[in-house]
């Protein structure tokens, strides 16, 4: 099937069925780093079939394989910027000489704080390209000179996360100093559990993080099925007329910020309860939502949410989406482009954007771009429940994080085709 494939797709408004999610992306890549840096006493189960994940996991064996030549390796993300930002740490301190590069969207998406803080550290890194992002080269030249680097906690969760990764195997340890707010706290608080369950201590006073040189005990790291993916289901039964999801082996406590998503669809009529084998979504009753939704920790949920609202004609408000704008694509510019499609408007204003939905209409039949982000194929996908025909443009792009996603809406009554 070629890049840009169509899939057309129409779905069922009683929908009753048992879907079992891949593992975690997020927490499948951590564990792919954390059991790299304990040269394999740290097992991994239940890894995540995401692209994402099975490209992270073959480049740390390529890197083992050959990080004793002393040429540079090329390695290559792809769209994977998880892998880009976790990579450019492990990397810094790996035996080898590296060419760390990606696809076009990848080398305009900013590294340069996460550079800055590891050079501080004493990493060799250079760019290979334009300042401030990839590719870059990297050599094996690291030679801690600071215990102590600060850097913003604004911009990416995944920058702090990759550095505190590494911090067991530096000689001196790490203290990492968070300025400014934090954004997508539960990620940090994933990081900071996983290496814990691999043995690895820490304390977090105020602002700043410590984490002593110290070794990894022999574990296994068994991740969860991914919330992020549950998401879109949960969406589907907001937006149904009788819906009902049995989604195995999610726990009640997981490390996952969005997890969130239980309590936040709680006003969309989406009830959550736990069962023996994991959880059961049912739909129900919607009620007001007078508040602000603050989405800065859970930033991946966005785009699901706020279409939801939209389909449901909410003229809800959201903070916590600067974010959005450096991901795979720019996606609150992309949500505005695609929901024009169906008469509703997302308008900033001050870091508050805002739902207009008083033109909301259903064509009888849409195509949505999806500008290469796995995320806005799927957050727009539950949307067929209100129109016939939905064309979904490049909609393999899902294969970053949920591969299995068209074949689960089958499992689930929806009608697809490939044009």
Avoid at 36 to 64: E, F, H, M, R
Avoid at 312 to 332: A, M, Q
């Amino acid at each position: 099937m070629s890049k840009n494939a169509i899939v057309s797709f129409k779905g069922i408004k009683d929908i009753n069925a048992e879907i079992a999610l891949t593992g975690s992306k997020s927490e499948s890549n951590r564990a792919l780093i954390i059991s790299a840096l304990s040269q394999g006493i740290v097992k991994v189960a239940n890894l995540s079939d995401a692209v994402d994940t099975v490209t992270l996991n073959n480049i740390l064996s390529q890197v083992k394989a050959g990080r004793n030549n002393n040429s540079f390796i090329t390695v290559d993300v792809g769209h994977a910027g998880t892998a880009m930002r976790f990579l450019t740490a492990y990397l810094s301190i790996a035996n080898g000489n590296f060419h760390l590069t990606g696809s076009g969207r990848m080398k305009e998406r900013p590294i340069k704080l996460l550079v800055e803080a590891l050079q501080k550290l004493g990493a060799s890194i250079k760019y290979a390209g334009e300042d401030g992002f990839p590719p870059l080269d990297i050599s094996s030249s690291f030679a801690q000179n600071s215990r102590t680097v600060k850097i913003q906690g604004d911009i990416s969760s995944q920058y702090l996360s990759a550095l505190l990764m590494i911090a067991p195997s530096l000689p001196l340890g790490l203290s990492l100093e968070i300025v400014g707010e934090l954004t997508s706290r539960p990620y940090l608080e994933m990081t900071l559990s996983m290496l814990q369950e691999a043995g690895i201590q820490h304390q977090w006073e105020n602002n700043t993080i410590h984490i002593d040189k110290q070794a990894f005990k022999a574990c296994e790291l068994i991740v969860e099925p991914d919330w992020s993916a549950a998401s879109y289901w949960y969406s589907i039964v907001a937006l149904s007329d009788q819906g009902s999801i049995s989604l195995p082996h999610l726990k009640e406590s997981s490390l996952q910020g969005d997890s969130a998503i239980r309590n936040i669809m709680v006003p969309f009529g989406v009830r959550t309860s736990q069962t023996p084998n994991g959880i059961a979504l049912k739909s129900g009753t919607s009620v007001a939502i007078n508040e602000v939704l603050n989405l800065k920790d859970c930033p991946d949920l966005a785009q699901t949410i706020i279409v939801c609202a939209a389909a449901k004609g909410l003229n809800l408000s959201f903070t916590g989406l600067e974010t959005l704008k450096i991901k795979e694509t720019n996606r609150v510019l992309a949500l505005q482009q695609e929901l024009a499609k169906i008469g509703v408007t997302l308008t900033e204003d001050n870091e508050v954007y805002t739902l207009d939905c008083t033109q909301l209409s259903f064509p009888k039949k849409v195509q949505f771009q999806t500008y290469d982000d796995h995320r806005m194929a799927m957050a727009f996908a539950p949307l067929s429940l209100f129109i016939d025909e939905i064309e979904m443009e490049d909609y393999q792009v899902v294969e970053k994080s949920y591969p299995d996603f068209w074949k689960d809406l089958e499992k689930a009554g929806f009608t697809i085709k490939e044009i």
